[in-house]
């Protein structure tokens, strides 16, 4: 049984996205490779709101963290984590020897904008990161807010890790000022996992000038250079598959559902799923205000067995997330992303609401 997966990604991908992954294979040096990247490019620019180059990696978005944060930080970085994939950047940078410094939020609290500016105003850093939307904890961090601060530290790159947000929220890059936006296909976006995307802004690409030792598959500034020297090629062989079905995905998002449309029917299901949790006496995980658009992280007030609520809903074709590590049984988590629809929302949310009174 193909279950309708609620999980915060992969996500169910529609047939008509799986279909274009099956075109015809073409050569990756070809002009018909270069059209399609070009395509790409310029449709993510409009999703991003940015006129800065994009870049694509056959990678998940991991490989671009790294590749950020690697290529990036001359002098030392700042991470601010609200949970797991922000401690993964912390990771990232220690593992590849970058000077780095750790400031961590309790989970399910926000990384707030007077803690941004204690730190960057030291002076010791010339990159932060921030995690928008942290599926460990169902947080959506204040990045409006965070935005207005890092005005006041024009030289200090700012990378953002939005690879379950991107494509489910509103995000104007270049109105922001993010110098560097992560995301990755298989949340928001609505495809397969396998290509994760980048914007990187013009200041960052001459930043990272100052850096001696960029890796190699993951150096920024390599992936730019053949995007431009040999307009919209890469270096190692991508994932053409992925580019077909994106391309057809971004048609879909921009031109036939609706940038904003999407947006808000992203809104409505979050706020549809945080009703549910009240009317069923359970509570949100991440502080009030907070809330991911994208993946509800919720309370196990009533401490029902979430292994077992899985497996009653699976034996109906449905699947929702565990908590993540420490949290698990703890909380659980719905996500609600990419082509999802709202009566499909609802039916779930049906079915968790008889099933949890049985258990």
Not at 241 to 248: G, N, W, Y
Not at 309 to 335: C, Q
């Amino acid at each position: 049984m193909n279950k309708k997966l609620f999980i915060p990604g992969p996500v169910d991908v529609r047939p008509k996205i799986l279909e274009a992954m099956s075109t015809p294979m073409i050569g990756h040096r070809s002009k018909d490779a270069t059209k399609l990247q070009k395509s790409i490019s310029e449709k993510i620019q409009k999703l991003f709101y940015t006129k800065n180059p994009i870049l694509l990696s056959t990678s998940s978005g991991t490989g671009l963290m790294e590749g950020s944060i690697r290529s990036l930080t001359a002098k030392k970085a700042v991470v601010f984590s609200v949970g797991a994939f922000g401690d993964r950047w912390y990771q990232i940078a220690k593992s590849n020897n970058i000077p780095v410094d750790y400031v961590p939020s309790e989970w399910g609290k926000p990384t707030l904008p007077e803690t941004v500016d204690k730190y960057l105003s030291t002076g010791k850093y010339d990159v932060f990161t921030i995690t928008h939307n942290e599926t460990s904890t169902g947080l959506m961090n204040p990045i409006k807010e965070i935005a207005e601060v890092r005005k006041k530290y024009p030289d200090v790159l700012w990378l953002v890790d939005a690879v379950s947000s991107m494509g489910g929220v509103k995000i104007e890059v270049d109105k922001l000022g993010i110098d560097v936006c992560i995301t990755s296909t298989q949340k928001a976006i609505g495809l397969p996992p396998g290509l994760s995307i980048c914007s990187i802004s013009e200041k960052a690409l001459e930043h990272g000038k100052l850096v001696k030792n960029r890796g190699t598959y993951f150096d920024l500034l390599t992936l730019y250079k053949y995007v431009v020297k040999k307009p919209f090629q890469y270096p190692s062989t991508p994932t053409i598959p992925h580019m077909f079905a994106l391309d057809k995905q971004l048609d879909y998002i921009l031109n036939e559902e609706g940038q904003e449309n999407r947006y808000a029917r992203h809104l409505k299901m979050a706020k549809i799923t945080r009703q549910w949790v009240k009317d069923n006496g359970f509570e949100m995980f991440p502080e009030a205000e907070y809330e991911s658009n994208t993946v509800s992280a919720i309370k196990n007030t009533k401490g029902i067995s979430v292994a077992e609520l899985n497996k009653k809903i699976g034996e109906v074709g449905y699947v929702i997330s565990n908590g993540y590590g420490d949290l698990k049984e703890k909380t659980f988590r719905i996500a609600h992303m990419a082509d999802r629809k709202i009566s499909e929302l609802e039916k779930l949310l049906s079915i968790l609401t008889e099933t949890i009174k049985k258990l």
